[in-house]
């Protein structure tokens, strides 16, 4: 089975030529302490940073990973986003840190991402002569490429226990958290499940969204320090993840257990196949964090290994048992071998160094 097929790929191309030449450009990421690319590509501070918000399309890994460049920025020594096992916590999701309360003591935020003021409910069925829609019918400003907020396609937070942002990769992120029918306004909300404690000098994480169209088909991420608050002593080690698979139509094919940030429309990389022909809307397929790609709403309970944390050093933790497309579920890590072994070979290698328990 091979994760790097585009579907449509030169009808995609054409619809994105028509997009650029809307002229839509500002886009949104989550903003907190802890980010990388706070002060965008500087360590000085950087009010209207904005460098993690453009999209990522048709990139190496280089340049998407966590953001590409991103990944030299991190945040100073000692600055986390702390994330409460069992409780929730707020980022901010905006087109600029300007709008944010990081920036000028919070003075030009307001309700939505973009700083300004729109309809409580906003949306394209609102005529607002200041924001009119853009030209594929879609709401212009905050660029959130959706209609509406129950149009908007989910975002996502994963987090990682190997900490070194020099040799995390995409198989080290589990996705954690969904907020359905985001981004939409700045507040945004995510709830946390059991997670254990990360190692000293806390865990990564990362922000993840994948539009569903309304603009060009592109994804977004960005990379946090991150550090899970009142861990319980028992709590589960997060098992290794596999990619997330389309499975809109059938919910059998829908993988449960955890899963990594769905990674679609760069040069390399791609980690899920999508059909061919349309999604239900009418459109083609778009691998969003919602139920077309198997996510449920709010913390993932189902990314746990059998294993407590920490766990002996560098050894994987026992995954959890998933179920695959076409073949039956199993428990990786046992004697028995199907595509599915191979697939988590592929992709679940972890490396991880937990510390001790306090
Ligand atoms: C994608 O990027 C490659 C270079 O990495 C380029 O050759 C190709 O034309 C790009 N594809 C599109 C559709 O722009
Ligand atoms: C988040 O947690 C706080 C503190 O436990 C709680 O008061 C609040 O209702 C929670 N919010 C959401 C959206 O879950
Ligand atoms: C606006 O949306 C909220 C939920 O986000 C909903 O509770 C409320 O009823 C909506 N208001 C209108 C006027 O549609
Ligand atoms: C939101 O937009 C979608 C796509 O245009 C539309 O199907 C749906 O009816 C809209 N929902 C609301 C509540 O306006
Ligand atoms: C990260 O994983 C990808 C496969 O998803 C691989 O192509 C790439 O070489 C890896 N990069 C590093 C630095 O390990
Ligand atoms: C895994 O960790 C061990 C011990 O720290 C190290 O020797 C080894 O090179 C690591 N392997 C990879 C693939 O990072």
Redesign the pocket.
């Known amino acids: 089975m091979t994760f790097s097929t585009y579907t449509s790929f030169s009808v995609r191309a054409a619809l994105v030529a028509t997009v650029l030449a809307s002229g839509s450009n500002a886009h949104l990421v989550a903003f907190s302490k802890g980010m990388f690319c706070k002060n965008d590509y500087g360590t000085a501070d950087a009010p209207n940073a904005a460098a993690a918000i453009n999209p990522l399309w048709n990139l190496t890994w280089t340049d998407w990973f966590l953001h590409g460049k991103c990944r030299q920025y991190g945040p100073p020594a000692g600055e986390f986003l702390n994330i409460p096992a069992n409780g929730n916590f707020t980022v901010e999701i905006a087109s600029n840190r300007a709008w944010t309360t990081l920036s000028y003591n919070g003075g030009k935020a307001t309700d939505w991402p973009d700083g300004k003021v729109h309809p409580n ?1 906003w ?3 609102i005529v607002d002569a200041n924001f009119p829609p853009t030209s594929n ?2 709401i212009s400003s905050p660029n959130m490429h ?6 908007a396609a989910g975002t996502a937070f994963a987090i990682s226990y190997n900490n070194d942002i020099n040799t995390v990769n995409v198989s080290d992120f589990t996705v954690f958290s969904v907020l359905p029918n985001t981004p939409y306004r700045r507040i945004a909300t995510y709830q946390v499940p059991n997670l254990p404690a990360c190692p000293s000098g806390g865990c990564l994480c990362a922000w993840a969204w994948i539009p569903n169209h309304c603009g060009q088909d592109n994804m977004y991420q960005n990379a946090y320090r991150c550090m899970v608050t009142g861990a319980s002593a028992t709590a589960k080690a997060v098992a290794s993840p596999v990619p997330a698979q389309w499975c809109e139509s059938d919910q059998s094919q829908c993988i449960v257990g955890p899963k990594q940030m769905t990674i679609q429309f760069q040069a390399q990389g791609n980690n899920v196949k999508l059909p061919p022909g349309f999604q239900k ?1 009418g459109s083609w397929p778009s691998p969003g964090y919602n139920a077309k790609m198997g996510f449920k709403a709010g913390a993932q309970t189902d990314i746990f290994s059998s294993v407590t944390a920490p766990v002996t050093p560098n050894t994987c933790p026992a995954a959890a048992p998933v179920t695959i497309t076409q073949t039956v579920t199993v428990t990786v890590g046992g004697s028995t071998a199907t595509s599915k072994a191979t697939r988590r070979s592929m992709f679940g290698k972890r490396n991880v160094s937990f510390a001790p328990e306090k």
């Open positions: 409910n949306s394209t069925n019918g879609c959706a209609h509406n907020e129950s149009d809307d």
